[in-house]
């Protein structure tokens, strides 16, 4: 059974950076997509940003193309997002989360639910 373990959310002022990391582990990965879901107060699940497992390829939101980035870090096991320029409305909690799909098909999704695995989430607070 896979597991994904979040952390590295947190409050900070508007511009500011945050960095968040997802701890994989359990069964083999190889073929895996691993991104980063965003949930706004009151707001549907909404993918954020994906990176494949096996080679490396990326998806960006248009909201958070330029300020985020996603890495992974494969003798680790971790997926880390960096997020600078940080917006109110990026507020919300941030998941985890892993499935064997295309990272676009994975990230664009309209129904995140049906996506195999899920971190716990990890909350971010924009605010001055």
């Known amino acids: 059974q896979l597991q994904l373990v979040e952390s590295g959310g947190g409050l900070v002022q508007p511009g500011g950076s945050l960095r968040l990391s997802c701890a994989v582990s359990?069964?083999?990965?190889?073929?895996?997509?691993i991104g980063w879901f965003h949930q706004a107060p009151g707001k549907e699940r909404e993918g954020v940003s994906c990176?494949?497992?096996?080679?490396?390829?990326?998806y960006y939101a248009d909201s958070v193309k330029g300020r985020f980035t996603i890495s992974r870090d494969i003798n680790k096991n971790t997926i880390k997002l960096q997020m600078d320029s940080l917006k109110p409305e990026d507020t919300g909690v941030y998941y985890c989360?892993?499935?064997?799909?295309?990272?676009?098909?994975?990230?664009?999704?309209?129904?995140?639910?049906?996506?195999?695995?899920w971190g716990q989430g990890t909350q971010v607070t924009v605010s001055s």
């Open positions: 359990g069964v083999s990965f190889q073929n895996l997509a």
């Open positions: 989360a892993a499935d064997y799909a295309p990272v676009q098909t994975m990230c664009g999704t309209t129904n995140p639910a049906r996506l195999r695995y």
């Open positions: 990176i494949s497992r096996s080679d490396g390829s990326t």
